[in-house]
């Protein structure tokens, strides 16, 4: 039931009891105008700047229509009211869809559109609860409870430090511009989920700001009228993060071999032999391997910065050193041992190489307005971005990842990386604005690949990994991993983010979601030290994949083989997570039917206890697995939040008491917990002998 309800001063829209929209004079629940921004961009950090010229004060409203499916309301403001916003309300069920229209109207009281786009800029404000909690917007490396804070969403690098600790931040911004703030992140979505058991996702690609600092209404402020504002009602969390789920859409089903063991990172430093040798002492060692993941594959391109990767997609190295004799060759042979081969692909191209010259020549990448290619830089080499607004595009790039990384090198998967840089002045072969299309890119690309490996028949065998989004990528990549945290105990930026960016992804849509064991970017004198990467293996295990990254430099941080410590460790973590393949085959089946995330904020299956409302450091690993990893250096206990059930402790097999407990967290022992009961007893019970 929809309703509207007037009052001596405005009305109050409700579904069922449930207040949307309140409108005043004083406190219009709706705005528009019109602005411009300035964007600087760096390494894939933005610096934003809106320009507002004209916001309204919309004062004035007329009720059009009104029964229990639908409302039509006119608002106008006072100064100007030819200029006319139309808000019409359907109720779909037990969705709400919202949806803003500009214009003038007709003497016969219709809308006329104002197609021009005169306005691009709209506000509204949600009706709120003081006591709900408030997650979501994607990938949130700092936050899990965003009540009280205001976020803008805009797809970019999650930067290099993030604000925590300040002195890391500063050096990188100093260094690189790349400092990050505690919001900046790879994978925003402009959608929320509220413990008053609604979600609300605006349907929009450019910059947008949510503000829930207030105590009775949330800010959503967008730089273009949005196309639908929905908002679906539920009767718990968990159905909630379901219904949301089944909107954007899940993820493609893992391939059974992901659950067999861990990828390790082995670069091709030193040829075939080198990585027959690194990857022989991992087994010695009794680590269990499922993939090995060379980024290297294709080549190498050396720069100030180091030696990077030549991206020209293929493998066979003309023009550039390469580092593997034969790669499709030696993938076969890693293939007839049981492991299989993963690469890497981004949607840049070095300028340097044969598949720039050939897109540019037929117009598949980015351009400048004046026509020309447009050349950017990630770190020290120059590159284009192709335009993937342009279908050619689109069928060219595909039938490269299903020619040169499918058919000929035989990759059972790679990193599909970055998806941040286009330009928001770009000239896009569709005619679209670069703005609008900046938050839309990773989803296509993401989509691309995808429709490769469906294309290629390789569906149920191939895993790719994507770190950038927006709204529903979530049904087009088969793995997210966290990005490019720092190999170190920062919260914002180390081993602790990876935890709530999980969570945080999880409730907006995303079930199979993994990060770099031990980190990937190094400052000096940051370098990954090796009880930070034994916690990180120990996260790891408890997560959908387990998979090790060399970082930026190699060569001053802590590898999976640096000691015989660490690779026994490694070993037998892989043993642990192997042994829990039935329970990881079984949570994702309940992704796949239900949408609820593998690794879960704790205020899923215990909202009704405020002390899981903030828990973003500790999770549940589907309902049966309770995980608290230790992410603070030299600690041998850990303090962890125990819910009202019946949980045992892992290790030692006794039972736990309810509340803030201490337990005893030695390396290879983090504190876990299994539901007791559970028909997965018998899997938990066989870790403790490990």
Known sequence: MLTIDQTHKGFIVKYKNKIILKHSKDSPCCNFGTGNASYSEHLGSYKIKENLFYKTSLTKFKIIETNASHLRIHFSDSTNPSEVLEIIIRNENRRIVIIPKIGTLSPENTLIIDEGKKYNRFWIKLAANPDEAIYGCGEQYSELNLRGKKLPLWVEEQGIGRGDPKWITWLADIKAGAGGKWYTTYYPQPTFISTDHYFCHVDMTSYSVFDFICSDFHLLHSWEIPKQIILEYHNTLLDTVSGLSTFLGRQPKLADWVYDGMWLAIQGKGGNQAVRNRLQKALDAKVLVSGIWSQDWQGIVTTPFGTQLFWDWKWDGKGRPVRFDNFPEFVKEMREKGIRYL????????????????????????????????????????????????????????????????????????????????????????????????????????????????????????????????????????????????????????????????????????????????????????????????????????????????????????????????????????????????????????????????????????????????????????????????????????????????????????????????????????????????????????????
């Not at 938050?439 to 790719?464: M, Y």
């Not at 190699?554 to 083989?561: H, K, Y």
């Open 343 to 690: 690469g890497y692909i981004n949607s840049f191209l070095n300028i340097e190489g044969e598949q720039f010259k050939e897109a540019s020549k037929k117009g598949l990448v980015i351009k400048n307005r004046d026509g020309t290619d447009f050349i950017t830089k990630t770190t020290t080499f120059p590159v284009a971005l192709l335009d993937l607004s342009n279908p050619a595009t689109q069928i060219w790039i595909k039938d490269i990842i299903k020619q040169n990384l499918i058919n000929e090198a035989g990759l059972s998967g790679w990193m599909s990386d970055f998806g941040e840089y286009l330009p928001p002045d770009a000239a896009l072969h569709s005619g679209e604005s670069g703005e609008s299309y900046h938050n839309h890119f990773p989803v296509v690309w993401q989509r691309l690949n995808l429709e490769a490996v469906q294309e290629a028949g390789k569906s149920e065998e191939i895993v790719f990994f994507t770190r950038s989004g927006y709204s529903h990528t979530s049904k087009y990549t088969t793995m997210v991993w966290a990005g490019d945290q720092m190999p170190n105990w920062s919260m914002g930026d180390g081993l602790a983010s990876v935890i709530p960016a999980g969570l945080s992804l999880g409730l907006c849509g995303i079930g199979y979601y993994h990060s770099d064991i031990g980190g990937f970017t190094s400052i000096k004198p940051v370098v990954r030290k090796k009880e930070n990467f034994m916690r990180w293996v120990e996260h790891s295990t408890f997560t959908m994949l387990m998979r090790t990254h060399e970082g930026i430099k190699p060569e001053i941080n802590w590898q999976f083989d640096s000691d015989q410590e660490t690779l026994d460790h490694l070993a037998r973590m892989t043993h642990i997570h192997a042994i829990m393949k039935p329970y990881l085959q079984h949570i994702s089946e309940e992704y796949q039917t239900t949408g609820i995330p593998p690794m879960r904020a704790m205020v899923l299956h215990y909202e009704s206890d405020p002390e899981v409302r903030d828990l973003k450091y500790q999770y549940l690993f589907g309902k049966d697995l309770l995980v608290a990893p230790v992410i603070k250096k030299k600690r041998k206990s850990w303090k962890v939040y125990i819910p009202d059930d019946q949980w045992i402790n892992i290790w030692t097999g006794k039972d736990c008491m309810k509340g803030w407990q201490k337990y005893a967290a030695p390396l290879g022992k983090p504190p876990v917990f299994y539901r007791k009961g559970t028909r997965f007893t018998n899997i938990f019970e066989s870790i403790q002998k490990l």
